[in-house]
């Protein structure tokens, strides 16, 4: 030999073993802090739009319309919309998040509509239930009576 250090197959071997098992060490507890973090940004986005649907009926005065948000608990989306037919945006949910219920806002099994009039209360008081599919963690979205406080918590109403 030249003599000249190299590593062996098996030194390399050992090392690729080692990586591979920290970075599955470190994989596990960034994947669930990414599908956390999307439930709370996804119960975020969903008070955000109704606050705002809300300011828009404050805001924008209409004795013909109402300013809605449409609940489609099967398809785990929401439409924003003024009126019955004029949808303003529709909301998917981010994949792995659930809209497990909306309780209050109509008989309704899968549409549940949520109106502000035009002083911005809501005609209907509820909550709607997000669901992570992997952690099983939840979030409530609530919607006070008479005041129209809009809040997110991790506890239920």
Same mark, same amino acid.
């Given at each position: 030999m030249s003599g000249k250090s190299a590593?062996?197959?098996?030194?390399?071997?050992?090392?690729?073993? $080692?990586?591979?098992?920290?970075?599955?060490? $470190?994989?596990?507890?960034?994947?669930?802090? /990414?599908?956390?973090?999307?439930?709370?940004?996804?119960? #975020?986005?969903l008070e955000a739009d109704i606050?705002?649907?809300?300011?828009?009926?404050?805001?924008?005065p209409d004795a013909g319309n109402t300013y809605q948000l449409l609940l489609d608990v099967e398809r785990d989306r929401y439409i924003l919309r003024l009126g019955a037919f004029t949808v303003i945006k529709r909301v998917p949910l981010p994949p792995g998040v659930d809209m497990e219920e909306a309780s209050g806002f109509g008989p309704?099994?899968?549409?549940k509509?949520?109106?502000?009039?035009?002083?911005?209360?809501?005609?209907?008081?509820?909550?709607?239930?997000?669901?992570? #599919?992997?952690?099983?963690? #939840?979030? /409530?979205?609530?919607?006070?009576?008479v005041t129209g406080r809009v809040r997110t918590s991790r506890t239920p109403p």
């Open positions: 590593f062996t197959l098996v030194e390399i071997i050992i090392v690729l073993a $080692i990586a591979g098992i920290l970075a599955v060490i $470190i994989a596990l507890p960034v994947a669930k802090a /990414y599908h956390r973090q999307a439930l709370y940004i996804a119960a #975020r986005q606050l705002e649907q809300q300011q828009a009926a404050i805001s924008q309704n099994l899968s549409n509509l949520l109106e502000f009039n035009y002083n911005g209360i809501p005609r209907q008081s509820g909550h709607i239930t997000l669901r992570d #599919r992997n952690s099983d963690q #939840r979030y /409530y979205v609530i919607i006070t009576p």
